[in-house]
């Protein structure tokens, strides 16, 4: 079954900009990690956070975790045109992997 | 850095046929890989997840019978589509986790198209 959902759905914006995505998820976390996805690829780790952790940087990339909302972020800032994928946040509990609805952003050039 | 292959990338097959799909950790050793279908637009789903040398464990709702998992050696796992229908295409995506670590590092998908 689904874990999390992520909103929103779809974001477009301007190259350049900043984009947010955000991630709830339902049940208790051993970390979690945010991918990437091309069309019709597979997917690129970005970044894993663990339940301690209340924030990481990675380049561009600001993850956020709020265990007490059970919600996380991803920021991309400044960002470019191959920028455009889908993205998902994903769990880990019980050894298991299970992603969210994911967020399909376009950066328009 | 880790890498995992799966081949074909893309398979079209007769209803009724099987297919098999293969995943294979390329520089290291997997001791569990997860088998993932998904949608066009949609998100991952679970099929079900293999251990090196046991049998696999499938998520509710997906047929083990249907969906036979191998996961024979500490770098392969196989996924095969037996009696394959149309409504059984889609896109299949392999990951695998090392012995040590919480990093999973994933295929790059495979298209199956059932016609």
């Known amino acids: 079954s689904q874990q999390g959902e992520e909103d929103p759905q779809a974001l477009s914006i301007q190259e350049g900009e900043n984009a947010t995505m955000n991630c709830s998820y339902k049940?208790?976390?051993?970390?979690l990690q945010w991918y990437r996805q091309n069309s019709g690829r597979g997917l690129v780790h970005l970044i894993l956070i663990r339940s301690n952790e209340r924030e990481k940087h990675s380049g561009r990339l600001r993850v956020t975790l709020d265990t007490s909302k059970k919600s996380s972020s991803l920021l991309i800032t400044a960002s470019r045109a191959a920028d455009t994928a889908s993205y998902f946040c994903?769990?880990?509990?019980?050894?298991?992997?299970?992603f969210g609805t994911g967020t399909r952003l376009t950066i328009i050039p | 850095g880790a890498v995992v292959s799966q081949h074909p990338s893309r398979v079209i097959c007769k209803s009724g046929t099987s297919v098999k799909i293969e995943c294979r950790s390329l520089d290291f050793q997997a001791t569990t890989m997860f088998w993932y279908r998904q949608f066009p637009k949609q998100s991952l789903m679970l099929m079900a997840t293999?251990?090196?040398?046991?049998?696999?464990?499938?998520e509710q709702g997906v047929e083990k019978d249907k969906f036979l998992i191998n996961h024979a050696s500490l770098t392969l796992s196989t996924l095969t589509v037996t009696s394959a229908h149309p409504e059984d295409s889609s896109f299949y995506i392999c990951s695998a986790r090392g012995t040590s670590g919480n990093t999973i590092y994933f295929g790059e998908g495979s298209w199956l198209t059932v016609v």
């Open positions: 049940t208790s976390i051993n970390n």
């Open positions: 293999s251990n090196e040398g046991s049998k696999a464990t499938y």
């Open positions: 994903a769990t880990v509990g019980n050894e298991k992997l299970t």
